[in-house]
């Protein structure tokens, strides 16, 4: 089939600006008369506040106010649920944001937001989610969760003991991976101000600027129609801004003062304030035969959501989905866990979920080929789906499946040495 | 407050700076050149790439003071629709862009390197590129548009 | 905040003497750390418009660098090329072009960072720094220098480096986790003096695995006098991993580093061996 538009090269219409410099990130636009607001963030993983003292910061001449929990009409946000705080008076995880100096510059603003004392009751704070699962410890969440499982998948195919006992090779591995912050190369920023018309209008790089807008009003108590929400350029994003960030504090300190608030992270707050990959443990067992056959697998997958839920229960799901990889096994049994822990929230990022399994199930085939004595190659062509195979969660694929024309293009380098350059 | 004279994009400025001011605050904030971007404020991604004196310099680490007696170049200062810059050009064509955030410190990069050099090797080229990050391309792109432009600009 | 921008040497350790107020070069710690609020001065001499600190020339036996050369004037002069090329190869490699633009050799020293790549070279090339202060000029060995606590008064300006015109071989080798804008974990550098296949005063320094770079004295008898050839190396292995375990003694990156600096300690010979025509 030809196409004009299929295959053809076609210049983005946005590349012009950017390369003059000319198109609008949120930290390029400004309005007469605007206030700077920092936001001051918990230093502990868990704790409750018990004070806030902003006399001194408001002491400093050019300070406008410090907002905190109790000027928050509806104090709760969330893609999922509305488990995060806006200003939080109860802490989940370093970096929450606890309170917002608004001043005349960023100078002053920077300043005054050291100069507010936050007084906290440090609480035991859990790091390792295989921990945070037992029931010894408290929940973060109780009022959404009985215990920190956030969520809890299982996948059942086939019987694990028929296929346990066909296997002639077992391997056993344990996998892990870390946080991942997508560093966007645009930190956070917003302008948000009340129009003319007395809406709340916030002008952001968001992913999301219908859910941003319900967000805002939500916490604002506005109706949807009185906020409306400008998506400038995206400097980058990658699922790190799906969850909102600055975008209802700058609206609250816009609400309470007046005056167009502009907000712009440094790089350092950008790290404390956006959700993360899941780090994953990953606990695989993978049986074959003995010429190659893959007949059982069984995972256990804990991803760590953190502080937040996020999209944790979307992601995990997604591991679980994807914990097979693309090959076709008979016998499969996975569990896959988003679990709270005091660890900065998790989130959605590039795979949003599927991207962590590859290094268990790639790795155990490349041991599973290792033991059998065939190519890391072999073993996938002997496994891989095609059209009309069947996934451990019972989806028949009836097309698009050119795994083997993908293996069949790279065989060639993975001979010469699995050197694809 | 101190006085400092400078030349950016061949117009003489007169201005007032405090001490510790940067010159990519100077930049933004008193001369409205608002292309020039803060990714990180600490030299590691060349978001705020700007050519002083003849060199690329991150102006997140330069104080405004600094700058006293120089002539800089910013992204404002390179090319324009009517007539843009070969390395612009190539950018758009090849598709270097995404974002864009990163894209007016690459220019820079890109078109000091060409101003010294007009056939540089892919080494160079890679050398030249190495102190500005993107988060999203993966380079490739930047480095065959940057080729591209020293080939049309060899011509 | 007072800022000070002196035209000549004089005047600014003249300003050094009656102000409070700390020296700037090319800014690319001292603007980060006073952002970060490390260092709070309460004046500045930026050095900058010193058009003498930034020469780099032959003077009586000695090559002479001013603090002011910038990493990237190092990098792409001729004379360091020939006279110093362990110091030459590390400007090569330090920060990024915009940081090697802007970043000076004086600085790198002012700053005195465990990993700051112009000190090892400088180290083994057995360079001299030269300080200045309103009442009070001195020559010093580097490595006599970097024991001292603090480095400088705040009144002494660094003048410059002297490095002798020994015809030495150097090399210079650096751990990063990147080829650009990576900090070194792990640095080496040698020098040395090939007489009719014997080396002679070998100098090793290592940066990244103390406070502050340092020479090693046992590397320099284990290898000095002897016989340039593949056991020779490896002896000097040997003794470079040993100074790395006893350096980091039960520090998180002990175990890395010790295996790391066998490799970065064979690289910075790379340039010397094959110059001098043994087969390692
Ligand atoms: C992104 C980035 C990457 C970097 N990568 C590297 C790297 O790969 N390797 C490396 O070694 N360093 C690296 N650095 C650190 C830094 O660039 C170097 O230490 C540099 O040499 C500092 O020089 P400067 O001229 O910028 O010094 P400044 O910041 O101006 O000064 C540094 C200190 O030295 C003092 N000082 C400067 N000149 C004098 C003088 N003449 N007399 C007395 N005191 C003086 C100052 O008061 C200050 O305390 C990096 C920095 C950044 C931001
Ligand atoms: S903002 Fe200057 S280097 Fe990143
Ligand atoms: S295009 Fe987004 S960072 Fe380069």
Redesign the pocket.
Known sequence: MKSSVIGSRVVREDAWGKVFGQTKFPADVNLPGQIYAVVIRSPHPHAKVLGINSEKAMSLEGVVTVLTAKDVPNNSHGVLFRDQPVLAEYVRMVGDPVAVVGAETEEIARAAAKLVVVEYEVLPAVFDPEEAMTPAVLPLHPNLRPTNVLYHMPIRRGNMEEGWAKADIVIEKEYSTQHVDHAFLQPEAVLAYVDERGHMVVQTATQYAHYDRGEIAHALGLRFSQVQVKTLAVGGAFGGREDISLQIIAALMARYTLRPVKMENTREESFYSHSKRHPMKMYYKTGATKDGKLVALEAKIIGDAGAYASWSINVLRKSAVHASGPYVIPNVSIDSYAVFTNNPYAGAMRGFGAAQTVLAYESQMDLLARKIGISPLEIRLRNHFKVGSTTATGQVLTGSVPLDQCLAKIAPYLERGGDSQ | MIEINLVVNEKPYTLNVEPSERLIDALRNRLGLLGTKEGCG???CGACTVIMDGKTV?SC?VLAAQANGSVITTIEGVGNRRSPHPVQKAFVEVGAVQCGFCTPGMVLSAKNLLDRNLKPSETEIGIAMSGNLCRCTGYDKILRAVKIAAEEGAK | MKYFQPHSVEDALEIAQTAEA????????????MRTGK?QPSGIID?GKVSV?REIKITDGFLNIG??A??ADLGKSELVLRNAYALWQ?CQ????PQ?RN????????????P?????PPLLALGAEVHLMSAEKEEIVPLATLLGRTPL?GQE????GFCIPLKELKSGFA?L?RRRA????RLSVAVALEVNENKVENVRVALGAVGRRAFLSESLSQVLSGQELNQEWLEKGVLEVQRIVREALGTRASAPYKRVAVSGVFREALESIITEGGIQA
Request: net charge negative; with cysteine.
């Open positions: 600490e030299g590691e991150n680490l | 700390t020296f700037l070069a090319g800014g690319t710690d001292l603007v980060l750390h260092v050095l600190l603090s002011m910038t990493f590390a490699t330090m920060g990024s940081i802007q970043a000076t050799l004086g600085g790198n020293l002012g700053n005195c960072s990993a700051a790549d112009g000190l400088l002494t300006l660094i003048r650096k990063g804008l990576a900090i070194a």
